[in-house]
């Protein structure tokens, strides 16, 4: 492909992602909080504090996961339980709908908290959300979010405190490929977290975006009407 192509591609395809999803926040870190970070790691993977419970004021916990999946070799894991040692294999579907048996995760800081904060508990029917990956010509990546929830459910009944699981990232590969990708990571054996860090709903970036589908509608519908509904939403609050 030629130069002018892979930019000319690459537009459409920011400006499609742009129109249905929502763009990933910019995170630059100072060198104070490079440093703090990377003091947090090392007491972390050496045990002395391998569960984070709170961060330095001048860190939020998605800069700091974000700090770990840009500089350290691991992956992330969100879930509703806290008292989980090692993560075995469970049959799932991926995101491309293939039924697999795999320990999953993201190399994305912000997606694998939605699934630690949604009251799994009280939650019935189909979750629908994910992190796209859109590559830069001249390098990087891009990142697009869609969260959405079934109809009828009181949206501030279904969250709660959560866990993030930090997770050597070896045993792991890509479920996707490709100029877009699905942020979604599998590994087929066991995997014990080298660190673990509570997360709240007021923790998540995403929470007043999280939209609503009919449980029955195809995955294309929910990713048109996404922002629509969300608009439509606010419009009548």
Known sequence: MTVHLEWTFYRILARVLGALFFPAHEIDLTDGQL???ESIFRRMVGGVDSEIC???????KVEFLHYLVNNKRVLLHGSNRGDIRTLHPEFQVDFQGNRTRAVFS???PIWPIFFAILDRSVYQGSIRNGCFVLAH???GNERYYF???IQGLAQDKLWREGV???LPGDNFSQTSSGRVRFDE????VSVDPVGKISISPRDFPFLNQVSMHKDSEPMYVTWLLYKSRLKHRSSKM
């Not at 709170?54 to 939020?60: D, K």
């Not at 990571?185 to 087929?188: G, I, L, M």
Request: charged content about 10%; hydrophobic content about 30%; aromatic content about 12%.
């Open 35 to 37: 440093s703090g970070c």
């Open 54 to 60: 709170t961060l330095p004021r001048n860190l939020t």
């Open 106 to 108: 993201s190399a994305d």
């Open 137 to 139: 010509p001249s390098g």
């Open 147 to 149: 969260f959405s929830t």
């Open 164 to 166: 993030i699981y930090i």
């Open 185 to 188: 990571w599998a590994s087929s």
